[in-house]
Every structure is written in structure tokens, then in C-alpha cells.
């Protein structure tokens, strides 16, 4: 009896919700300002989401900021002394 169901329901084409692809093509697309991948919204991630990932969430937090990692700074300054030699 459930078969005979099932295969009613799969004749009309409701059985089977649509696939991650189907979805995908149904969803706009965004472009991370930070590093410029595409990536599709809504899909695993909020609607309203700007950045592709965390990371780029925090480079992009940074930049704002005007914070600038200690390794990278120790490296500007390097730069500057060798460059004035």
C-alpha cells in the first residue's frame, strides 16, 4: 500500500523536493567585496549576508578599523629601516 503511494505521488512529481542545483539556480549570486569569490545567497549562509566567509568578515573589520597585525607591521618597519640604508 505505501509503495502504491509513493509511486502516485512520484507520478505526479510531488515526492521529491528540489535539489541543491535546482535551489542554486533559484538564488542570486554575490560577490565578496573583500576577495571577489562568488558565492550564492541565502544558500548555508544568512540572506543578508555581505562576505563569502569569516575570514574575510575579519580582514575586512580590520581594514576599517585601522588595525594592522604586529607580524606585519614588524614587517613594514623592517622595510623602512633596510630601505633607508
Given amino acids: ?45 544568512r540572506s543578508d549576508a555581505v562576505y563569502c566567509s569569516p575570514k574575510c568578515r575579519t580582514v575586512a573589520w580590520r581594514e576599517r578599523n585601522g588595525h594592522v597585525p604586529k607580524w606585519l607591521a614588524d614587517l613594514g618597519a623592517r622595510s623602512v629601516e633596510a630601505g633607508d640604508r
Fill in 1 to 45: 500500500m505505501y509503495a502504491a503511494a509513493v509511486a502516485d505521488l512520484v507520478e505526479l512529481g510531488i515526492a521529491w523536493g528540489p535539489t541543491t542545483w535546482e535551489l542554486r539556480a533559484q538564488q542570486p549570486k554575490a560577490k565578496c567585496p573583500v576577495c571577489g569569490r562568488w558565492w550564492w545567497v541565502g544558500l548555508r549562509k
